[in-house]
């Protein structure tokens, strides 16, 4: 039993960080948070505008306007309306979900600027949509954005004029195609007065808040946040996938101007994208609150600085459970890479053993190998592919986590799960992540952390494991181990919400990541009892992914998916 306390620890440390990582906070008294974000008085506006669907257009949409309207005039702004209509494309998208054929809708953006002391600095603008799509109440997306940036208005307002101005844009006709937001960035005469923009998003109904975009050359914006921000949620790694994806929101216009960006949003209960059942009362209001604090606190801190952030090089970055964000310049993954690189080779000197260390790449690269084959195949068979319901899939996300980490489970213990004694094996195990995490240096460097950072770790803990007495190296390497793991499982639920329904093998590097630093920890068992488990484990992931295959359409998807099929 003494030989798994190592390992018993370094998992359950890992399962607390996880937690702690990707859990919002919960909603507290308003006094405790006073000047900040007051969450009752937020979700009391959310009520009122997503309490039914208000697409563009709509005679909701209009009655929302009025109350937003109304609103910012209650908190000292200069209320305008910016008018427009929407395109070819967009009313075609709209025309498609009423089943009409309608001429093109008009779109109005509403315009709230709050009087800062200089009327000539830079302003701060605020942005999200107040349209919803169709079918939606819209109470995550974008209601959740809206009432932020309406409460964010309301505290800098109850401090006095702010040292510069503070514009809200809430924007029309962005789930038609970033109507709004693309009219007022093509010259609005505001553009001139902006000098940062916030963003605000979602993609479900709770989660974390994450940064997961930002203007170009950040490093000066991310300092800023860093700064600002008490409890930070967001990485680089989220900023460079989404910039590979084809999705776009209201910052995609705006990031043409040369002004710093920031983009928020949360992506957790992704059943409740874009459904009928995306009411105020099934939004998570730890979300709400997670988005209230971290907009505020840094929209407050741009509109009191001397100088709004201006371009520098590129940074990797990335939250620490939450706590505090972590940042370095991009080319620092190379010193960490020869770090890895030295350490690695000095474990492997220790017992020179050139065919454990080849055994050990092998079964590595077997473990990645299988881990991507099984969860593309269990995908498959869970009724991912052609004709599947896009809504559907969300909300099997869930059980599709529970599917993955079966099978991830299942192929360590085929592959890896009768123990990896030596260190010319384990440091073996650790040359392909070593070439993997080259590669992403290479090519993605403010991405490459992800794999760099664990490499190194896990290096690190074999130089001290050959050089410290038994129950020393045992502690350190669960002590090294743990917020490996930690981060590692956070990062593969964050994927899964991501890209899990169409690329759950994504989650074979987190898997192969933590399998690294775990490797000086695990005792090993026999070659039968690891393979029956393996398979045991690889069974029931089946038997999860025919669940989901074979469990009726959710009745969260969106009403237009159905009408279109």
Request: charged letters at 15%.
């Amino acid at each position: 039993m003494r030989a798994w306390l190592g390992l018993v620890a370094a998992l359950v440390m890992g399962v607390i960080l996880a937690i702690l990582a990707t859990t919002p906070p919960a909603p507290r008294d308003p006094k405790l948070t006073q000047g900040l974000f007051d969450l009752p008085r937020a979700e009391a506006d959310l009520r009122r505008i997503a309490r039914a669907p208000h697409p563009t257009g709509s005679a909701e949409s209009a009655l929302v306007r009025g109350f937003l309207a109304g609103e910012m005039a209650r908190i000292g702004m200069e209320v305008s309306t910016r008018e427009g209509v929407l395109d070819a494309k967009s009313t075609q998208r709209l025309n498609k979900w009423s089943g009409r054929s309608d001429p093109p809708a008009a779109t109005v953006n509403l315009v709230g600027v709050l009087p800062g002391r200089d009327r000539a600095a830079p302003a701060v603008l605020l942005m999200a949509h107040h349209d919803s799509v169709w079918g939606s109440p819209g109470a995550s997306d974008d209601g959740a954005g809206v009432v932020t940036a309406l409460e964010v208005a309301r505290q800098v307002a109850a401090k006095g004029p702010p040292p510069r101005d503070l514009i809200v844009l809430l924007t029309d006709g962005e789930e038609l195609g970033l109507q709004g937001a693309a009219q007022f960035f093509a010259g609005d005469p505001l553009l001139g007065h902006v000098g940062a923009v916030i963003n605000m998003e979602a993609r479900g109904g709770g989660g974390r808040t994450t940064l997961f975009q930002t203007s170009a050359n950040n490093g000066e914006a991310v300092a800023a946040y860093a700064r600002a921000v008490h409890h930070p949620g967001g990485s680089s790694l989220a900023a460079y996938i989404y910039s590979v994806l084809p999705n776009d929101t209201d910052l995609t216009p705006a990031l043409k101007g040369d002004w710093a960006a920031w983009n928020f949003a949360f992506i957790g209960r992704p059943g409740l994208y874009h459904s009928p059942k995306a009411t105020p009362e099934a939004l998570d209001l730890g979300a709400l609150q997670d988005m209230g604090w971290q907009v505020s606190e840094l929209t407050q801190a741009l509109l009191a600085a001397p100088e709004l952030p201006g371009k520098a090089p590129d940074v990797v970055f990335f939250d620490l459970f939450g706590m505090l964000l972590l940042s370095w310049p991009a080319w620092l993954g190379w010193a960490m890479l020869g770090l890895a690189a030295g350490g690695l080779v000095l474990a492997a000197n220790r017992e020179g053993n050139l065919r454990a260390l080849g055994s050990g790449a092998g079964r590595m690269v077997s473990l990645i190998a299988l881990a991507a084959a099984a969860l593309y195949t269990l995908n498959l068979a869970s009724g991912a592919g052609q004709g599947a319901n896009y809504y559907d899939r969300l909300a099997a996300i869930p059980l599709l986590e529970v599917m993955v980490l079966l099978a991830a489970l299942g192929c360590f213990m085929v592959v890896l799960g009768k123990g990896f004694a030596g260190a010319a094996r384990q440091a073996g195990a650790a040359l392909p992540l070593l070439v993997i995490a080259a590669a992403m240096q290479g090519i993605a460097p403010t991405a490459a952390y992800v794999a760099v950072v664990p490499v190194m770790v896990g290096a690190v803990a074999l130089v001290l494991g050959e050089v410290l007495a038994k129950p020393a190296a045992t502690l350190a390497c669960a002590a090294l181990a743990g917020p490996i793991v930690g981060y590692q499982l956070a990062l593969g639920h964050q994927l899964m919400q991501g890209v899990g329904p169409t690329l759950p093998s994504a989650a074979a590097l987190p898997l192969a990541l933590g399998a690294l630093v775990i490797l000086p920890l695990w005792p090993g068992t026999s070659t039968r009892t690891a393979t029956l488990t393996g398979l045991a484990l690889l069974g029931a992931a089946l038997a999860v992914a025919l669940w989901v295959r074979l469990d009726p359409m959710a009745d969260t998807v969106a009403i237009y998916s159905l009408a279109s099929r």
